[in-house]
């Protein structure tokens, strides 16, 4: 009896209308609620995009220094080399460049060196092969020294005079001895028979192996006739030019492709309207750095 009294009075709620008023307080109060949640929830996300940007970016620049310096037996050598190599670009500067690149070969060439000091022949196999692909590019992107053609001539020894065999003395005639007792013959000593001359060997020269080109620096000051320090000079490997880099400061640094033996000539000019100044120097590459010391300008 009880269930179908409730029943009934289900039913007829359902058809009963609510107040207006009443409604609207209702529909106010579930719109202030929905109101309060959207703000509640923009806020949070406000508070978390700070935090996913950070952790974001702190993650990129983890993973990019992990890659930079990944060594040559790791998965992500290659993208390494992918990175520094589109790097190479970003550098205007020739000699910024030049620096640049040398560095590269250098770090690489070390790389390859210990990978195979290690024992990893595949890993140093890759990295020389990336160490060649870096020395061309360090060969097309340097400009190469022409060798020397004024270099100061070396004393070479004189040859010692060849004496000139001596003449024979012509005899003088003498008067005819007169006749005496005839004697024996005297009994001729056998002569010793003449000594032959061993041949000498003649040393098989060596072959020698030609030098192949890499990435040399000459580096170095250039001063003044007064002894002070000169700025703004133009280092050419020409006297005409043109400059492989100006001077902005005291000291000058030059990078190029040469070879070992190589005798190279710098040109150095500077001009300050009224007076020009030159000098040159030739020195010889014995190492992939060399220091000429002090350059000294002269007036012209």
């Not at 620049?61 to 970003?90: K, M, N, Q």
């Not at 390859?112 to 196999?125: I, K, M, P, Q």
């Not at 133009?234 to 190589?262: D, E, H, L, Y």
Request: charged share 20%; proline share 9%; glycine share 4%.
């Amino acid at each position: 009896m009880k269930d179908d009294r409730l029943t009934e009075l289900l039913a007829a709620l359902r058809a009963e209308r609510m107040e207006r008023t009443a409604d609207q307080k209702l529909r106010a109060r579930l719109e202030n609620a929905w109101t309060a949640r959207e703000d509640r929830s923009g806020l949070a996300w406000r508070l978390r995009r700070p935090v996913l940007t950070v952790a974001t970016t702190a993650l990129i620049v983890g993973f990019a220094a992990t890659t930079l310096s990944a060594p040559g037996d790791s998965p992500l050598y290659s993208l390494r080399v992918t990175i520094e190599d589109l790097s190479i670009p970003l550098h205007r500067d020739p000699e910024d460049r030049a620096e640049y690149l040398v560095s590269l070969l250098e770090q690489r060439t070390s790389e390859a060196a210990r990978l195979e000091a290690t024992g990893n022949a595949l890993a140093a196999s890759r990295a020389r092969d990336v160490e060649r692909q870096t020395l061309r590019m360090v060969q097309q992107n340097i400009p190469a020294a022409p060798d020397a053609v004024d270099a100061a001539p070396t004393d070479s020894p004189s040859p010692s005079p060849t004496p000139s065999p001596a003449a024979s003395p012509t005899p003088t005639p003498t008067d005819a001895p007169a006749p005496t007792a005839t004697q024996s013959p005297a009994t001729q000593r056998p002569t010793a028979p003449p000594t032959t001359t061993q041949p000498t060997a003649t040393p098989t020269p060596k072959p020698t192996t030609a030098a192949t080109a890499q990435a040399v620096m000459f580096t170095g000051a250039v001063k003044n006739p007064d002894g002070t320090y000169a700025t703004n000079v133009c280092v050419s490997f020409n006297a005409a030019g043109p400059c492989q880099v100006v001077t902005t400061s005291s000291t000058f640094r030059v990078t190029f492709s040469g070879k070992i033996g190589q005798l190279v000539t710098l040109y150095f000019l500077r001009t300050d309207g009224i007076k020009t100044y030159r000098a040159y120097i030739t020195k010889t590459v014995s190492s992939t750095y060399v220091d000429v010391g002090i350059v000294l300008l002269r007036v012209q």
